[in-house]
């Protein structure tokens, strides 16, 4: 075997067994964890649930039901997605924005605080 394919073969085989992190699934590494926790309990747990769930008390009175915070689907959402639907609210339903309520680092700290509430990620 020449070096070239014994070096290739080296790499094939490190990729193959290199632990592989869940790439799809975003995790927070910005904004203060604790802070998060005040914020949400103060302004989203109303309507997403003390888990975040989607199951809020108040969530069950509106048209269009909350996000639950623990599905695959909001957890692949990138920080910086999770960030512009705090700020900015979503069309067609009745997520309103927040920027006039909370600053920057608010909702930095809150999307920290939202990416702890979802379970282990598989491996």
């Known amino acids: 075997m020449n070096r070239k394919t014994c070096c290739g073969l080296v790499i094939l085989a490190?990729?193959?067994f290199l632990p592989m992190e869940p790439t799809a699934f975003a995790q927070s590494q910005i904004g203060n964890l604790e802070r998060g926790k005040v914020i949400f309990e103060e302004n989203c747990m109303e309507c997403h649930g003390r888990t975040g769930d989607g199951r809020g008390p108040v969530g069950y009175f509106l048209a269009v039901q909350p996000a639950d915070l623990l599905s695959?689907?909001?957890?692949?959402?990138?920080d910086s997605e999770l960030y512009t639907i705090i700020r900015d609210g979503t069309l067609f339903d009745e997520m309103h924005g927040w920027e006039k309520i909370l600053s920057d680092q608010d909702i930095?700290?809150?999307v920290r605080y939202i990416r702890t509430l979802a379970p282990p990620l598989p491996q």
Do not use: I, N, S
Not at 72 to 78: A, D, G, H, L, Q
């Open 72 to 78: 695959v689907e909001t957890r692949k959402k990138p």
């Open 108 to 110: 930095h700290d809150v």
């Open 14 to 16: 490190t990729l193959l």
